[in-house]
């Protein structure tokens, strides 16, 4: 698994479910699935107040990561 794919996993979860509950268990399963080098942004999402709202942002500036 790749970063790619990780971010993908956390969009569904938060076009699918819409919680932030969800978002969070959606990123703690992934996290353990990427490169030690590549965890930062995925534990970023899991320790936040408000995941949803974090992979929203995250989603409208893809183009930039």
Do not use: C, W
Not at 18 to 46: F, N
Not at 58 to 65: P, R
Request: proline share 3%; glycine share 4%; net charge positive.
């Amino acid at each position: 698994m790749n970063l790619s794919d990780a971010t993908l996993v956390l969009l569904l979860a938060a076009r699918i479910h819409g919680t932030d509950e969800a978002v969070r268990a959606s990123a703690k399963s992934v996290v353990k699935k990427l490169p030690r080098s590549k965890r930062d942004l995925i534990y970023k999402v899991i320790d936040a107040k408000n995941p949803l709202q974090l992979v929203g942002f995250i989603a409208e500036n893809l183009d930039e990561l």
